[in-house]
């Protein structure tokens, strides 16, 4: 691994990750690992008229062993996490909906992650991924039409 890595950023919101713990009765609420690192995501987020009210993450799907464990992700996987929740909390489902993973990249200075490794690239993607399945379950179920539905997960297939 590369000491390059760990720019200022990285480290900052790694120390001191942003929106960590839970919410009460979510709207939405998705899991998701990376096996390759041991990262885990639980992502939750509360929304009113169509904006993303609030956010949290955590590391466990169950309840109460959320708060001392977060550090068993890594760095980036963390870092990233704290400036997504960052950038998403209090925009519309639109804005989060169509975030693109080069956008959340380049807060962190991480794009040429994007062409030179392709297994750091998941750990700071995780949160991206755990978004937009949680966004893209939470507005089919809104939709109930199976032709949208169907576009969504196609949406959700391509996203790296
Ligand atoms: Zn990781």
């Known amino acids: 691994m590369s000491e390059s890595l760990y720019t200022e950023i990285i480290i900052d919101e790694g120390k001191n990750p942003q929106n960590h713990g ?38 466990h799907t169950e309840e109460g062993k959320t708060a001392e464990d977060r550090n068993k992700n890594c760095t980036i996987c963390m870092a990233c996490t704290s400036v997504l929740t960052q950038m998403i909390k209090g925009k519309d489902l639109d804005y989060a909906r169509n975030l ?26 995780l949160s991206l991924k755990v ?11 809104k939709l109930k039409d199976s032709s949208s539905l169907d576009n969504l997960k196609e949406e959700a297939a391509h996203l790296y």
Not at 44 to 50: A, T
Not at 100 to 125: D, N
Not at 131 to 141: Q, R
């Open 131 to 141: 978004l937009k399945f949680g966004l893209y379950s939470y507005l089919a179920k």
């Open 22 to 59: 839970t919410i009460e009765n979510p709207d939405i609420s998705h899991h998701d690992s990376n096996p390759t690192c041991g990262d885990q995501i639980t992502l939750q987020m509360s929304i009113k008229d169509e904006l993303i009210a609030d956010v949290k993450w955590h590391r």
């Open 100 to 125: 693109k993973k080069e956008e959340l990249l380049s807060e962190l200075g991480l794009e040429y992650l994007l062409k030179q490794s392709p297994i750091r690239i998941k750990c700071a993607l």
